[in-house]
């Protein structure tokens, strides 16, 4: 009884990981899963499951006999853990995982330790999305705690700041990403290809206007690629206020009204390019990129902020603020 218990503690790093472990021992049990939406059909003297995010677990016997009461046990999946916000933070030659606290823990017990990732991953194959279930035996990540001669008053009690203390190293900055370690794990295709554009366009050709030739070159880049890995579709993020500073461009230097559409089929790759957030205010997803930390890349190019699009969309904030 001993030996299953540490076995399943080994086991259950996550609440997905205790939910599968423990639906694994009912079906060997001989408990029969049920799903919570289909008619149930009990039989007496059977046990049966049913399992809800599949982060719990409820299971039950039906009585063969009348009863006067139920015999309940119950108990936590969770445990106190940290959960990662952002993939990777770079800052003075290191690269860094950005977490946040979850349950009651005792902080200093997570210092100096190898640290590794587990949890769920959603990946989507030809069937649909598919939930799978991560834990990697690898010693990946550390908390370190700083030297004496940092803190000289550590010994005398230490009150740690979870966004400053706590943030996990994860290697020096440029190495492999979160993402990479995942699809390495999951044996699931991550294919990165490394764009020169902005030598082609600054040094080679010196364009002073590179935007409308940078487009073209990196949709060319992202519909070649969608098709040699068998892609029929391309996501793009723009977003309402691109639609309306293309279509104020259009107008002003083209003299038509044009932009792009949330839907367009290329002929030449056969990839249909989709916009989904193409109705979507610009605000409203700066808001929900920082309501669920989602990571932004900054913009490389060296004439970000000095552009057409950017003169559009400062005239666009103006007759806003005039007509408001």
């Excluded at 009884?1 to 599968?20: I, K, N, R, S």
Aim: net charge negative; hydrophobic share 40%.
């Amino acid at each position: 009884m001993l030996d299953d218990l540490f076995e399943f503690l080994q086991g259950a790093v996550t609440p997905y990981h205790a939910a599968a472990i423990a639906a694994a021992w009912l079906d060997a049990a001989g408990y029969t899963r049920l799903e919570e939406a289909d008619y149930w059909n009990l039989e007496a003297g059977k046990g049966y499951y049913i399992t809800r995010n599949g982060s719990s677990v409820i299971a039950w016997r039906v009585p063969e006999h009348a009863i006067g009461g139920w015999r309940i046990a119950a108990s936590h999946s969770d445990s106190p853990c940290w959960k990662i916000k952002n993939e990777k933070v770079e800052n003075d030659g290191c690269s860094r995982l950005s977490v946040e606290g979850y349950g009651g823990m005792i902080m200093s017990t997570w210092l100096d330790r190898p640290l590794t990732v587990a949890g769920r991953v959603m990946v989507k194959t030809e069937d649909g999305i598919e939930s799978r279930l991560v834990n990697i035996d690898e010693d990946l990540l550390v908390i370190p705690s700083l030297a004496i001669h940092m803190q000289r008053n550590v010994n005398n009690g230490k009150e740690f700041n979870p966004q400053i203390d706590m943030q996990p190293l994860w290697g020096p900055a440029g190495c492999r990403t979160l993402t990479d370690v995942l699809c390495e794990e999951l044996n699931v295709p991550y294919v990165v290809e490394e764009c020169d554009l902005i030598h082609q366009l600054f040094d080679v050709r010196r364009e002073e206007n590179p935007c409308a030739l940078c487009a073209r070159l990196r949709r060319g880049a992202l519909l070649r690629m969608a098709a040699e890995q068998g892609c029929s579709k391309l996501a793009l993020g723009h977003h309402r206020e691109d639609a309306e500073e293309t279509l104020l461009m259009s107008v002003l230097y083209e003299a038509r009204l044009h932009t792009f559409h949330p839907v367009t089929h290329m002929e030449d790759s056969g990839v249909t390019v989709i916009r989904p957030m193409v109705y979507a205010p610009e605000r409203e997803i700066i808001h929900l990129a920082k309501k669920y930390a989602v990571p932004v890349v900054k913009n490389p190019c060296p004439a970000d902020g000095h552009t057409t699009r950017q003169e559009m969309k400062d005239m666009l904030e103006e007759l806003s603020r005039r007509l408001a």
